[in-house]
DNA sequence: ATATTTAATTTTGTATACAAAGGTCGTTTG
DNA sequence: CAAACGACCTTTGTATACAAAATTAAATAT
């Protein structure tokens, strides 16, 4: 049961986690939520879960489990009886929901300023220069580093519902495209600068303002990829 | 199928929703969420499928489609291949979660302060003043009717997200007790004033203040209840 | 006696089977 | 001809059956 020894890890721990292994049920999730998120599936389009568990080869057991799921998250409107159907994803849901993450994640920033030690400050300074100066890596695994420092202080609830959130949601889908990052890199810097300062309320209002942005990008490369057409 | 004539509703369509009928599913789902909000099964608890199965005379599928939803709204860990397990739920959690619910709330009072008709205005001033005049109803109902007003302008998202975060929380179980009706008709009015004054800032934070109050209260009320005891 | 493997048992995950509600379409009736 | 009724078909919800992983217990080795 060795591992091969591996060199010291730059992101030191805040790496996006390699998905785990859960079901079947959590395999469906992925793929109808994928559907729904790339515009296969319509709003309003029925979900025939005999149909659906023939095309992915499976049982109708780990289906309604997915249904359930995706339920829960509000990407499906389950109506009792007479099964399930692709929720409304108009641009207002969008910036909606956006804005949402907004407010849970400008809570975190606001704690994060107050109990961030100066080291995890000073991680995060890195993972940002790291993002700024262009010769870089994977832009979206930076991104990801930078807000998982900050939302990590958070409590647990609020922790689990930024998860939440962050699912159901577009975002790898449009993330760093036509010049979103050379915004992104200004509002991480802002609320970069917050933080050092200890400033709660003004991380907050900067964490709120950036996801704002994301939700209107969101909805605008959305709509080049011609996601409300026809 | 004729329905018996009605006079009219002082509620106006704000009253809480008598529960619809869904499936066996949902009312396990409510059975367990109860047992865990009372107190009655402790965290760490592992929840034996065929054994609530057999006690609930239901089989294992509508345990396992209500075990998943409360996976989603955080109450049980759902550990892949060994099972469900209550989810710690600490003084901590709940004022995190309560906190949760302000800043969503206060984003929708935010956004009350700005939309609501002078009209709606007033129903709100009217039920608050029926809040207020000790000579009264049922104050959970009324309660439930100052935060729907409220609510209900709010963007669709936002909506989803106050009724998902609504429902995994004690609240019947502490509410309105040991005063703190009182409390909440100062916080109420409060709020309604900063919406009349049509001041978005303020009926956001007298929305996060009254909920964390809330929060504050619902530990007072659980510890009293002896939640954490042995 | 303690630790480690291995066999037995329990429990989860998935598939299939059955019952009942919902939907459809043709027929009937006003 | 439109509305209403009813038989048939489809689809959902629930129960049961089966397969595989995990836990427990037993047995062997150190």
Same mark, same amino acid.
């Given at each position: 049961m060795s591992e091969l020894a591996v060199f010291p890890d730059p992101f030191e721990g805040t790496r996006p986690p390699t998905r785990r292994r859960g079901g079947l049920a959590e395999e469906v999730v992925l793929y109808i939520r994928e559907q729904i998120l790339t515009g296969a599936l319509k709003p309003g389009t029925k979900i025939d879960q005999e149909a659906l568990a023939a095309a992915l080869d499976v049982s109708r057991s780990p289906i309604r489990e997915a249904l359930v799921i995706l339920g829960q998250e509000g990407l499906l409107e389950i109506i009792p009886r007479r099964g399930a159907v692709v929720a409304d994803l108009t641009p207002e849901d969008i910036v909606d929901h956006y804005e949402l993450f907004g407010v849970v994640a400008g809570r975190a920033a +606001?704690?994060? +300023? /107050? !109990?961030?030690? *100066? @080291? @995890?400050?000073?991680?995060?300074? +890195?993972? &940002? @220069?790291?993002? *700024? #100066?262009? /010769?870089? #890596? *994977? $832009?979206?695994? $930076?991104?990801? +580093?930078? &807000?998982?420092?900050?939302?990590? !202080?958070a409590p647990r609830r609020t922790r689990w519902l930024l998860r939440l959130l962050e699912r159901s949601v577009p975002a790898d889908y449009y993330e760093f495209t036509d010049g979103w990052d050379a915004q992104a890199v200004q509002h991480h810097a802002a609320i970069l600068e917050a933080i050092a300062d200890r400033d709660a309320d003004e991380a907050r209002r900067r964490m709120e303002h950036h996801l704002h942005e994301s939700g209107v990008a969101a909805v605008a490369h959305l709509e080049r990829q011609g996601f409300w057409e026809e």
């Open positions: +606001a704690i994060a +300023a /107050t !109990t961030l030690s *100066d @080291e @995890e400050i000073n991680q995060l300074r +890195a993972i &940002h @220069e790291r993002f *700024d #100066d262009g /010769t870089n #890596d *994977d $832009l979206s695994a $930076l991104n990801w +580093a930078f &807000h998982r420092i900050i939302n990590r !202080t």
